[in-house]
T-cell receptor, first 113, second 111 residues
Framework: NAGVTQTPKFQVLKTGQSMTLQCAQD?????MSWYRQDPGMGLRLIHY???????DQGEVPNGYNVSRSTTEDFPLRLLSAAPSQTSVYFC????????????FGSGTRLTVV | GNSVTQMEGPVTLSEEAFLTINCTYT??????LFWYVQYPGEGLQLLLK?????DKGSNKGFEATYRKETTSFHLEKGSVQVSDSAVYFC??????????FGSGTRLLVRP
């Protein structure tokens, strides 16, 4: 049981480049979310999904796109990277239970130069 | 809107000292409350949770009690160890199943 798997673990991008951060879970969880972690700001929600085919914006969605074609996968796309998107990104999943909490991946450290 | 406020860190303690990290929340209704821990270079791990008023969550010697009257969920441990050094996040789950985090509190435990 792998839990939530994120790839890559590290990435350096040039300003204006695009890329996709991958997230996969094997627990059949309906809810999946993307967070970014910045020093002193905790974790902020970027986008989330309540099931395949359904996504919605979180607190800081600008510059990011998501899709959810399967229950297992929830990729995060950066369309045109900016230095302000330098951060650590976490994917998390929940089995549609308010008492369960979220299971987090190990994160992707992204640097935009 | 819903929010979580944590005491600012870092909190520096000697080994075997008593730990309290304060957490208060603002929310409609009665959300589930969580403490997560992040060790250096790692992701977040669920430490403990409480899902209704007066519930006490506990794990690895850590405890937190869901206090509706003071809208608080303070984290405590009677005797900290060097291995407890980490960043601790308080969080609530809103009615849409979104987790809302506090800003995190770094704990440093010295031998």
């Amino acid at each position: 049981n792998a839990g939530v798997t994120q790839t890559p673990k590290f990435q350096v991008l040039k300003t204006g480049q695009s890329m996709t951060l991958q997230c996969a879970q094997d627990m059949n969880h309906e809810y999946m979310s993307w967070y970014r972690q910045d020093p002193g700001m905790g974790l902020r929600l970027i986008h989330y999904s309540v099931g395949a085919g359904i996504t919605d914006q979180g607190e800081v969605p600008n510059g990011y796109n998501v899709s959810r074609s399967t229950t297992e996968d929830f990729p995060l796309r950066l369309l045109s990277a900016a230095p302000s998107q330098t951060s650590v990104y976490f994917c998390a999943s929940n089995p549609n239970l308010s008492t369960y909490g979220y299971t987090f991946g190990s994160g992707t450290r992204l640097t935009v130069v | 809107g819903n929010s979580v406020t944590q005491m600012e860190g870092p909190v520096t303690l000697s080994e075997e000292a008593f730990l309290t990290i304060n957490c208060t929340y603002t929310a409609t209704g009665y959300p589930s409350l969580f403490w997560y821990v992040q060790y250096p270079g790692e992701g977040l791990q669920l430490l403990l949770k409480a899902t209704k008023a007066d519930d006490k969550g506990s794990n690895k010697g850590f405890e937190a009690t869901y206090r509706k009257e003071t809208t608080s969920f303070h984290l405590e441990k009677g005797s900290v160890q060097v291995s407890d050094s980490a960043v601790y996040f308080c969080a609530l789950m809103d009615s849409s199943y979104k987790l809302i985090f506090g800003s995190g509190t770094r704990l440093l435990v010295r031998p």
